[in-house]
């Protein structure tokens, strides 16, 4: 539901806003009215034409970062986990030390020499993102490859990348769907975060971005139809995707189930 609220926003941003995001005027610091449901901003930009503008931001830095960095989690561990050998060896080195390096480091390190765009950064999180999820998928295709029906794969000839394909990956499809939903949720924090700190696209709407000029108002009372919904929005999203979370977790795990019902 909460999801929905937010999905149906972003879609909807150019027929329940009449204005630019961007477009400056010189009804600056303006209160909450009939043409400006949310007031303006310091420079006379409409808030709630951001607000709904910056929810597209957040939704699409989240289903992309969450698919690209569950494609590499998917391959990586999914080999990794049924090929085995010195290839797993060095796939899991690779993950151990990635596991280690603060991904919101490595973007303000670049950030500092390369001002990101809005599709770079999504390129830069799926990169720094994916190794916790494939070490679970790791994991449960060790488990999985010892199936009857995968022995029986193996038994009649098929190689390798057919059993991946058939047999392997649409059995890790809760597992999958769980990395996708905890990606997106990661995602939309880290974009807020980074956009607060400014190392993202200046020309990009975002939540962050725009916590980060209503911060510097909070001695006016602007701050009241400003910055609380703001905030309140991107606790709602995230909110939605841990909730989604939760559910798939306790659909895919019976016990959680049982115990809730006891």
């Known amino acids: 539901m909460l999801l929905t609220l937010v999905v149906g926003a972003a879609v909807m941003a150019p027929v329940l806003s009449s204005f630019n995001p961007t477009e400056q005027t010189v009804n600056a610091f303006q209160p909450p009215s009939r043409e400006h449901r949310l007031g303006t901003n310091d420079v006379g930009q409409d808030i709630f034409a951001g607000l709904l503008y910056g929810a597209r931001t957040s939704l699409l830095v989240a289903i992309t970062v969450a698919f690209f960095s569950t494609a590499i989690s998917t391959v990586v561990g999914a080999t990794a986990g049924f090929l085995g050998g010195f290839y797993e060896k060095v796939a899991m080195r690779v993950v151990d030390a990635l596991l280690v390096i603060p991904p919101m480091l490595v973007v303000i390190i670049i950030a500092a020499y390369v001002q990101p765009s809005l599709w770079y950064l999504i390129l830069l999180l799926s990169l720094l993102t994916w190794p916790g999820g494939a070490r679970v998928i790791r994991s449960q295709t060790l488990v999985l490859k010892e199936k009857a029906h995968v022995r029986a794969a193996r038994t009649f000839g098929a190689g390798p990348a057919y059993i991946l394909v058939r047999h392997i990956i649409p059995d890790l499809g809760p597992i999958l769907m769980s990395n996708l939903v905890q990606g997106a949720r990661r995602a939309v924090f880290m974009e807020a975060g980074l956009s607060f700190l400014g190392v993202t696209d200046p020309t990009t709407i975002s939540w962050g971005k725009m916590l980060y000029h209503a911060l510097k108002y909070v ?15 991107l606790s709602v999203t995230v909110m939605a995707f841990t909730f989604i979370g939760y559910a798939l977790e306790e659909a895919m795990d019976p016990r959680l189930r049982r115990g809730r019902h006891a």
Do not use: F, R
């Open 219 to 233: 001695y006016l009372d602007v701050w009241q139809w400003w910055l609380i919904p703001i905030g309140v929005s």
